[in-house]
């Protein structure tokens, strides 16, 4: 029997716009039910609960707790990778596409909280993460993802729908989509795959350690959590009646097929292109460029 444990709980109330806000309350009266002590953290922006949650960290708990979207991840997978202390994750977001990968039930805060007490018990799954260095002198900075990082037109996208207010939901992006879909235009990148230089023309540059972005868009389906390697795709120039056809086949991850689309495999990869801005787990990082290197089993999972 599990023995009990202290457990910070890090929630985000205005998670899939304020429809998750029950989620992160059940979750604390249920481990607080299974007998654990729980740290509850809910603050007014993402700076403080990132301080906070810190802080607790820092005390010795047991494990962070996220509740929320791929934000929330994100988040806490900034705090933690590297470390002894496990992350836990009860999505209540948009897109949940980390729990998604790491097959943590959805809809279901519940079993979700389970499977999580029984990775405690089992010991945590350890996974890789990307470490994101950006910027130069005074402005450098680095930030690590464990999901998907977009750098060109899904970031452009993604973007955009971070300015709408309206619609709520995953909606949102598609028609977000649409409507940078008629300004598409292909960007000149500078790409150095693990050393070896490549100059391309294209839509969109993308890496994966996980699957999906935007709530189940499979862009890197071959991609592994942990096998010490991120998956690049790339998609050269095609028209906009074509890209509108191969759209829908990034559901099911058959895009990869198609002949504009290149997949790579690297542990490190440098990306340079002017005006663009990189994305990771939906949130903003930088523009580029950037350097993205592998941090083999650098995360532990509960999942």
Do not use: K, Q, W
């Amino acid at each position: 029997m599990l023995e009990a444990l202290t457990v910070a709980v890090a929630i985000n109330p205005a998670a899939a716009f304020g429809r998750g806000r029950a989620v992160g309350p059940a979750v604390v009266a249920l481990l607080r039910e299974r007998g654990h002590t729980v740290l509850e953290l809910v603050e007014r922006d993402a700076e403080a609960l990132r301080t906070a949650a810190r802080a607790r960290i820092a005390d010795g708990v047991d494990a962070l707790v996220v509740v929320g979207g791929d934000g929330m991840v994100n988040l806490g997978v900034n705090l933690v990778a590297g470390t002894p202390t496990p992350l836990g994750i009860v999505p209540s977001g948009t897109g949940n596409d980390m729990a998604r990968g790491l097959d943590i039930p959805l809809g279901d805060p519940v079993a979700a909280v389970e499977g999580m007490l029984v990775a405690l018990d089992r010991g945590p799954r350890l996974i890789d993460a990307a470490r994101i260095d950006h910027g130069t002198g005074p402005h450098a900075g680095s930030r690590r993802f464990a999901c998907v990082l977009s750098a060109g037109f899904d970031a452009i996208v993604n973007e955009r729908a971070n300015r709408m207010r309206r619609p709520r939901g995953r909606s949102r992006y598609t028609i977000a989509l649409l409507v940078e879909l008629a300004r598409l235009r292909p960007i000149d990148y500078r790409l150095v795959v693990d050393g070896v230089e490549h100059r391309e023309r294209a839509l969109l540059v993308t890496v994966g350690n996980g699957t999906s972005l935007g709530g189940g868009m499979r862009v890197t389906p071959a991609a592994l959590l942990d096998d010490g390697e991120l998956d690049v795709m790339l998609v050269r120039p095609l028209s906009r009646l074509a890209f509108l056809r191969i759209f829908p086949r990034v559901f099911a991850g058959t895009h990869v097929a198609d002949p504009h689309v290149v997949s790579l495999r690297a542990r490190r990869i440098r990306i340079e292109a002017d005006g663009v801005v990189a994305y990771a787990d939906g949130e903003r990082i930088a523009a580029l460029p950037i350097d993205v290197a592998v941090e083999p089993g650098a995360l532990r999972v509960l999942a």
